[in-house]
């Protein structure tokens, strides 16, 4: 059964920080693995997209990394602004599995 | 708006009565997901469609829940009975088949409150 697990649970950093989500997973049988943002009460907006074969992915400020092998995934975040405040979902396709397993998330504040 | 679409986004109902959820996905998108989502907690799978066809569902479908996807557009879930633990977001994901497993994309999803 795939597990996925994203530390920290919570994190707040003052504006213009450089920073960096985690996010591990058990199974390395993995198709993609999807970054995801929720603003409170509201969906889930895709941020980045990763297939398998691939190391990483760029959108803007954003970066995710993705090694297989150790079953760890990064969503680096640079120069952080208040509005990037929200909770950070990562989640994986396994190949056997037609269904996304997603961690719980972190819950990022970025500070004015 | 070409996301994917539900409605309602807010329900409060009395526990034991019915409640339905609508969810449109992206038009050219043939496959649709449900997924609930609690307090704190990322989403979790409870049922898919690939185009009409309900290929797979998830054993926190109890059998008070029922989903259609008729001519494999838009899609209904259905709650009947409903309990104070059904209270929840229910989230509604589609994503086009292809050779590689595509990008899903949600809609705002439907927040739920037994009372």
């Known amino acids: 059964k795939q597990e996925v697990t994203q530390i920290p649970a919570a994190l707040s950093v003052p504006e213009g920080e450089n920073l960096v989500l985690n996010c591990s997973f058990t199974?390395?049988?993995?198709?993609?693995l999807q970054w995801f943002r929720q603003d409170p009460g509201k969906g889930l907006t895709s941020l980045l997209l990763?297939?398998?074969?691939?190391r990483e992915q760029t959108s803007g400020r954003l970066n995710a990394s993705l090694d297989k092998s150790s079953g760890r995934s990064t969503l680096y975040i640079a120069a952080s602004q208040p509005g990037d405040s929200a909770t950070y979902l990562c989640?994986?396709?396994?190949?056997?599995?037609?269904?996304?397993?997603f961690g719980s998330g972190t819950q990022l504040t970025v500070l004015p | 708006d070409t996301g994917v679409s539900q409605n309602p986004r807010h329900k409060i109902t009395k526990r034991g009565q019915n409640v339905t959820f609508r969810c449109d996905p992206i038009?050219?998108?043939?496959?649709l997901y449900w997924y609930r989502q609690t307090l704190g907690q990322g989403p979790e799978f409870l049922t898919y469609?690939?185009?009409?066809?309900?290929?797979?569902k998830s054993r926190l479908l109890s059998d008070r829940f029922s989903a259609e996807r008729p001519k494999g557009s838009f899609s209904t879930l259905e709650i009947q009975r409903t309990e104070q633990g059904d209270s929840a977001m229910y989230l509604c994901?589609?994503?086009?088949?292809?050779?590689?497993?595509?990008?899903?994309?949600f809609g705002q999803g439907t927040r739920l409150t037994v009372v």
């Open positions: 994901a589609s994503s086009l088949m292809g050779l590689m497993n595509t990008e899903a994309f």
């Open positions: 199974d390395s049988a993995i198709y993609n």
């Open positions: 990763i297939q398998s074969s691939q």
């Open positions: 989640a994986v396709l396994r190949g056997s599995a037609r269904q996304l397993t």
């Open positions: 038009s050219e998108h043939n496959r």
């Open positions: 469609f690939q185009n009409e066809a309900q290929l797979e």
